[in-house]
């Protein structure tokens, strides 16, 4: 980056012809933004000459702190004119990134020496707002450590309103060196992160350090809580009751990877009092199950404000997927549904339609690997024809699609105009649902930027097709079209079509040219046919008008 360049927001990833606010960003724009500043901060330039190039791991990290730090300050402002339609807040954002982002520039790469240096001093970049230990090295942490890295949140005066603990795990001497300063610090802590800090700990000293951490924050008035990582179960959430019982104000709370089986999930609902104002709710990766995730959809049933809802991986079938359908249908201010990698089957997805058509601020949909078939994804396709006008990223992968639902998949996609990512991996479009899809992308889409087919049964002439149709997106990055059964000469021709951009094909390391019965000679006479027949099929596709 030159001395003269400028950090620029896209105004385009900011508002929509049917939007009035500009403030908050999606989450989307906000991991974009670090992307950007990434790629910046790796880019040689006048001050990497002077000062060295960081790594990308570094430059990562340090993206990812500065659109934290820049998004806070936006923030602030924001809440101060909370009638603004938030374009103040847009530029300060924009601004305060670029201010971080030349002084992480200026500064040059860290050494590994500098490593706990480096930690102070994202505490002082943050302006005394943010205290953050969590860089560096996974370590125990024993009292002595424990008083030292913690000097600052000792001083008098202090600002600090966020703490992060994460990477670092806590024994009883630790803890007792914490509980005193973070008991100092309740009037003016709002955000807590202790993930992953008791880990290799055994289980009655992890207990009664959660105890300690939990007795010593009881009475913080919350925003954000993130207990992920910690192998809780039952036992673990009860160990955090003192802080669960006096939290009233929520916006944020984390509870991933954290062994929330039935009775655990019973257990947050017993102790949290109010979720009035949840605005984000995130259970990924537990064994939750039916009774689990109707324990949690009494949880979501009170959470009007919820926009972001992430309960994947998490063993719920039929019975527990309806329910959380039925009680998501309360949450009109939905923008990021994640429900990945469940068994809730065709009834359930039935159930989650219904709650969508009154999704109209919708922009992240994950539906991947939840056995919805045919006539669950024909449904729910249908359903977000109506709803969901801003939605950015629709991914259904492996949820044993064919043809006899893609056309209503067709249709759904053609209406998302703002799509920038498109996961269907692993179903069974073969050739017809690939280029009948791909005829829906040629209009418009001009934010599109992924699209993944790949296990899909496709052969030369839907692959070239669709590569045909990607390669002209402006912002196009991604194409995915591995482990099908596209012929040498048909990877020949995909790579021909991307030669000038060869990045935006991915790997075709398993695609297997021998999978399919039909050769080559019988594939090359019947594609242009093939194609006429679906370009038939096309002028029967209605697609309904939003409502």
Known sequence: MSSGQHLHMDSTNQVRSFSIKLWPPSHSTRLLLVERMTKNLTTPSIFSRKYGLLTKEEAEEDAKQIESLAFVFANQHHEKEPDGDGSSAVQLYAKESSKLMLEVLKRGPITKEAEEVMISEKVKASGEIIFDISGGRRAFIDAEEAEELLKPL????????????????????????????????????????????????????????????????????????????????????????????????????????????????????????????????QFHNNMTGDEGAIAISELVEQSPLLEDFRCSSTRVDSEGGVALANALGKCSRLKKLDLRDNMFGVEAGVALSKALLGFSDLTEIYLSYLNLEDEGSKTLANALIKSAPSLEVLDMAGNDITIKAVPDLAACIAAKQFLTKLNLAENELKDDGTILIAKVLEEGHGQLSEVDLSANGIRRAGARVLAQVVVQKPG????????????????????????????????????????????????????????????????????KPEE
């Open 154 to 281: 000792r001083q008098p005066g202090n600002k600090y309103y966020k703490i992060c603990f994460s990477n670092r795990s806590f024994g009883l001497d630790a803890a007792h060196v914490v509980e005193p300063i973070l008991s100092s610090l309740r009037d003016q802590l709002t955000e807590v992160d202790l993930s992953d800090f008791i880990a290799g700990r055994p289980e009655d000293e992890a207990i009664e350090v959660m105890n300690i951490f939990s007795s010593a924050l009881e009475g913080c008035e919350l925003r954000y809580l993130n207990l992920s990582n910690n192998a809780l179960g039952e036992k673990g959430i009860r160990a955090f009751e003192a802080l669960l019982r006096s939290q009233n104000n929520l916006e944020e709370l984390y509870l991933m990877n954290d062994g929330i089986s039935e009775e655990a999930a019973r257990a947050v609902c017993e102790l949290i009092p109010s979720t009035k104002r949840l605005r984000i709710l």
């Open 476 to 543: 196009f990055k991604l194409l995915n079209l591995n482990s099908n059964f596209i012929s040498d000469e048909g990877v020949d021709e995909l790579k021909e079509i991307f030669k000038r951009a060869p990045d935006m094909l991915g790997p075709l390391d398993e695609n297997d040219p021998e999978g399919e019965d039909l050769d080559e000679e019988d594939e090359e006479e019947g594609a242009a046919d093939h194609e006429d027949e679906l370009e038939s099929k096309l002028k029967d596709l209605k697609i």
